[in-house]
């Protein structure tokens, strides 16, 4: 079946299976012990955000603002330095966070931070070999890993953190879970230390692996649920097909990311109400 850009909208209203946050109350305590253990003394899980460019700090900024989560970012060079001395700013269309810099917990260095309760991969997809080291140090048995990358790299992930060659199956031992996100989001990080949200922020998410201790799928939905449900500035969703929420996503990024770039970021509400690119957005879909 050809899915075009007009059917974009029925093809997502007849996935099935889809949850929204809002439809689950939030019930930590009856969640496995996986969901509710801690690391840090103040009994609040921690959250490593792992890539603090604009996606990771947004997402990062909403978790950090419920104040249920010891949100710890790891960040480099100028965009390090500066957040740490003067704070991270986020100025957004759905509410603006700031961290001041007493109450920001920024790391240079990835072994500092400690286990984390949940790590959130927020890379390009040219840092993904770097990855083992950068997460090792974060996990146990029951640390829970999201992946926003488009939903793309997670078995690649779980192959490089549990030192798999191509033709080997992925079994995960090294965490809990590995969920697949794919974000909706136009963010930028137009200074260091300071982050712009201009549009959107739907984020899904689907479960990609999980390890042989905890084998109910149903647990790793309530967790993901549970994780995201106090944050407000977007929706999240879980999918329970992963390949049916990459395939959701490439419908947006197919037509519209190669043409934003090749006219210097323009935004797709100028690309469809332009006549020729209009036009141009549906060869590529087709091509």
């Not at 690391?39 to 419920?66: D, F, M, N, Q």
């Not at 790299?153 to 794919?182: S, W």
């Not at 799928?217 to 993901?224: D, L, S």
Request: glycine share 8%.
């Amino acid at each position: 079946m050809l899915v075009t850009l007009r059917n974009v909208q029925g093809f997502m209203l007849l996935s099935t299976q889809r949850h929204s946050r809002s439809s689950i109350s939030r019930q930590h305590s009856s969640l496995n012990e996986a969901v509710s253990r801690t690391h840090e003394s103040s009994e609040k899980p921690t959250v490593a955000i792992i890539g603090s460019g604009a996606v990771g700090c947004y997402y990062g900024a909403r978790l950090w603002e419920t104040k249920e989560y010891n949100v710890k970012f790891f960040m480099r060079g100028d965009h390090y330095t500066i957040s740490k001395a003067n704070g991270l700013a986020v100025t957004s269309v759905e509410g603006d966070i700031f961290i001041p810099p007493d109450e920001l917990m920024a790391y240079d260095q990835v072994e500092n931070i400690g286990k984390a309760d949940w790590v959130i991969i927020c890379l390009k997809s040219t840092g993904i070999e770097a990855l083992p080291e950068l997460l090792k140090p974060l996990l146990d048995d029951n640390s829970r890993v999201l992946s926003i990358m488009n939903g793309l790299v997670d078995e690649d992930i779980v192959r490089l953190l549990e030192g798999l060659g191509d033709n080997d199956k992925p079994v995960l031992t090294r965490c809990a879970a590995v969920y697949g996100g794919m974000a909706l989001l136009c963010s930028n990080r137009t200074a260091p230390g300071h982050i712009n949200h201009s549009y959107a922020g739907k984020l899904t998410a689907s479960l990609a692996f999980s390890s042989d201790k905890f084998t109910d799928v149903n647990v790793h939905k309530e967790a993901v649920l549970s994780f995201w449900e106090p944050t407000r500035g977007f929706e999240f969703c879980y999918d329970d097909n992963l390949v049916r929420a990459r395939w959701s996503k490439n419908l947006w990024n197919l037509p519209f990311n190669g043409i934003s770039v090749a006219m210097n970021g323009i935004t797709v509400d100028k690309i469809v109400q332009d006549p020729g690119l209009r036009k141009l957005a549906y060869r590529g879909e087709y091509t």
